[in-house]
């Protein structure tokens, strides 16, 4: 299964949304809270060409986007295939 990696802030709730879905299927990931933390923050918007919106979400190598790309290549059956790559 490929590696993911979750950028997230306390108190979000689409951070939480696409926690729950990854639970949900079972997914292991690796969560950076960057609520008070500005460099975590940086490297998030770096890696997520500009993105600085919560949560920006990895897999692999491969940039999801945020809760609502996640939720949507579920939708599709696309998270899967992308998960097992």
Do not use: W
Not at 2 to 29: E, M, P, S, W
Not at 64 to 80: F, I, K
Request: a positive charge.
């Amino acid at each position: 299964m490929a590696k993911v990696t979750i950028y997230t802030r306390q108190l979000c709730g689409f951070c939480t949304a696409a926690k729950k879905l990854l639970d949900k299927k079972g997914v292991a990931y690796t969560e950076h809270d960057a609520t008070f933390d500005q460099k975590l923050k940086k490297e998030m918007v770096q890696k997520a060409n500009g993105r600085s919106t919560f949560p920006q979400i990895f897999v692999g190598s491969t940039h999801v986007g945020g809760c609502d790309e996640l939720h949507e290549l579920e939708r599709s059956g696309t998270l899967d295939k992308l998960l097992s790559a």
